[in-house]
């Protein structure tokens, strides 16, 4: 493995683009909006649930990310000319941050979960009733703001964190687990059936017992150490700069309004399975865009484990993509990467995604090792500015 590694660091810079024909099956009855400036909450609604497959299992609850080292790959994606398009994630918050980094024109998480997509309707709905992010945080804690030192919208992010050190009010909780169930039934025209209740009743409890020290947990008690909500929050890219999407107004507006325009759309699927990221691929197609960045996570750890990789890379094929498209990975294994960077567990790691559908025709993936020890771009600093002349 060791060996695998060394080779890894001096093969990112061999990447060639390559077009791919990007053709696929989808979902027939998907019907496309003339305009994709905002979508109808029946048309949000009947997207989550027509593109969705049954829920799948997974090992965690998931309720945050347990990956530091997301905000690394920011100034690389920019140098990338990632911007606009489709976006395509998995998992919870991180990817409101891409979002407000990459600015699409319209999201798809894919979950293989129920539970996580209705944390992502439990997100919306917050998101739908918090003008700002001091709301957003208080309504996410179920803890109220003080009368008397309530931060400004404009505030900064520590000053807003410093205020939601104190314990969560049940009164508060009640009142807006209410509301939230009220606005993704009514608002959202989305009924929750089964064990969904349970499930929005579940999520929305941990944060409210577990506050801004809320992280990520396995079933079992192995994994160690794993970030809280508020380290996740005040991570800085290669710069030093806070990135989060709740660092600024301007970033939290502009996931805000993508989600008061339907445009963030949850989906329940299996990356190895039959119809979801077909599905999307097929509503993609149908509206001309094109997948921008598709953020996997280390999904694909566990597609290599079940024997659904193949599959996978099966539906990548039919996303439409250009030579300009990017996956984001968090690379983990038992081995440090190469382009792990001090102070993180895991990678962030970039990949054309043309590359990678060439590099598995050619046979080179048959461990979840050489997938992110071949063509990977690493995270790198954008070039400093040279000042201007008077």
């Not at 690389?76 to 398009?85: E, Y």
């Not at 739908?128 to 109220?144: A, E, I, K, T, W």
């Amino acid at each position: 493995m060791a060996a695998v590694w060394a080779i890894a660091a001096g093969v990112y810079a061999r990447q060639e683009p390559k077009p791919t024909d990007t053709a696929g099956a989808g979902v027939s009855s998907v019907k496309a909006p003339e305009k994709l400036e905002s979508l109808s909450a029946a048309e949000f609604s009947r997207l989550v649930r027509e593109l969705s497959e049954e829920g799948g299992f997974f090992r965690s609850d998931n309720f945050t990310s347990n990956e530091t080292a997301y905000l690394t790959v920011v100034d690389t994606l920019r140098q990338k000319g990632a911007s606009g398009g489709a976006y395509l994630g998995v998992g919870p918050e991180q990817n409101f941050t891409y979002i407000a980094k990459i600015r699409p024109q319209i999201a798809f998480i894919v979950d293989i979960r129920r539970q996580a997509i209705i944390q992502h309707l439990m997100y919306k709905a917050i998101f739908h009733l918090s003008p700002d992010r001091v709301q957003f945080l208080s309504r996410l804690l179920s803890r109220p703001l003080p009368k008397d030192k309530a931060p400004k919208p404009n505030a900064s992010i520590q000053e807003i964190l410093a205020v939601f050190g104190q314990a969560a009010d049940e009164k508060a909780y009640v009142t807006n687990l209410a509301a939230i169930r009220k606005t993704i039934e009514e608002d959202f025209q989305f009924p929750l059936s089964g064990e969904d209740p349970r499930y929005l009743e579940k999520i929305y409890n941990s944060f409210r017992n577990d506050g801004l020290d809320i992280a990520y947990r396995m079933e079992d008690s192995r994994g160690g150490y794993f970030p809280s909500l508020k380290d996740l929050i005040v991570q800085t890219d290669l710069n030093g700069k806070l990135g989060n999407f709740l660092a600024t107004s301007e970033d939290y507006d502009f996931v805000r309004n993508m989600q008061r325009k339907n445009l963030i759309i949850p989906v329940c699927g299996d990356f190895g399975g039959k119809k979801a990221l077909r599905a999307v691929g097929d509503y993609l197609r149908k509206n001309g865009l094109t997948v921008t960045a598709f953020y996997t996570s280390n999904v694909e750890q566990y597609l290599f484990q079940n024997d659904a990789f193949t599959a996978f890379a099966n539906n990548v094929r039919t996303l439409p993509i250009n030579d300009r498209s990017l996956f984001i990975r968090s690379a983990t294994g038992r081995f440090p990467h190469p382009a792990r960077l001090p102070g993180h567990r895991a990678s962030t790691l970039l990949q054309l995604m043309t590359v990678f559908l060439k590099d598995f025709d050619e046979g080179s993936y048959n461990q979840y090792s050489d997938l992110i020890s071949i063509h990977y771009i690493a995270p790198e600093k954008a070039p400093e500015k040279a000042p201007e002349k008077q």
